[in-house]
């Protein structure tokens, strides 16, 4: 659909007045929330993330568009209910504990909204039992810790910890990334998942909310 390559062209450009009004307009059309959402929204970040994979794109182009999709997704999420839209999963995310680094963790959480997925975002600094609380309260099947300091990565197996003494591990995915993290040690903390960047993050949190 033409809307649709309009939407995708403008949340490419980060605008993100455009791209509300494109979803304003769409609206108007009678065109549905689901469609909106599904095919122009989240497949536009679909698009996102195979260029930034690619080296096409780079972190302040995709920040740029996350927040232009996000803008869109603002726009219909007072009527997911009533058009009956269900999204992927309920993730909390959050920087650990000790760390304050939150671009790449901002990246990660526009990127998983752009994916289908409802987002609480705990900020940076979040000691497990914030993470912990917030699981609880909203049941979250997916909790993701950035780490961006070596010093502040031996947390993220603290909260996995907390999560099992809350008696939460079976209830709820973990996930962990950042740049000093790796594959061997998400294994090492046990965590479910790790995702070496913000795309990736997006098809790893997929498969682990489908399990």
């Known amino acids: 659909m033409v809307v649709f390559e309009n939407l995708t062209e403008s ?3 980060g605008n993100e007045s455009k791209v509300r009004e494109i979803v304003e307009q769409s609206l108007k059309r009678n065109v549905s929330v689901k469609d909106i959402l599904n095919n122009g929204l989240i497949e536009s970040m679909n698009l996102i ?3 930034f994979k690619n080296g096409e794109l780079f972190i302040p ?3 740029r568009a996350a927040k232009a999709m996000k803008a869109g997704i603002e726009v219909i999420r007072p009527l997911f209910d009533k ?3 269900e999204l992927l999963g309920r993730v909390v995310i959050g920087t650990v504990k ?3 680094h939150d671009i790449g963790k901002n990246l990660v959480s526009m990127m998983v909204e752009g994916g289908g997925f409802e987002v ?3 900020g940076i600094d979040a000691p497990p039992e914030k993470f912990v609380e917030r699981i609880k309260a909203s049941g979250a099947k997916l909790c993701m810790m950035s780490a961006l300091l070596t010093t502040t990565m031996p947390v993220m197996k603290t909260t996995i910890e907390a999560l099992q ?3 939460l591990r079976g209830m709820v995915k973990t996930m962990v990334g950042g740049a000093p993290v790796t ?3 998400a294994n090492d903390i046990g965590a479910d998942g790790y995702g070496s960047n913000a795309a990736d993050a997006v098809e790893v949190a997929k498969r682990l909310i489908m399990d």
Request: no cysteine; proline share 0%; hydrophobic share 45%.
């Open 183 to 185: 594959q061997k040690f």
């Open 83 to 85: 058009s009956g839209v």
């Open 165 to 167: 003494k809350a008696g």
């Open 11 to 13: 949340i490419f450009e």
């Open 120 to 122: 609480i975002d705990i």
């Open 98 to 100: 000790g760390d304050l």
């Open 61 to 63: 182009e995709v920040l």
């Open 49 to 51: 993330g195979v260029k």
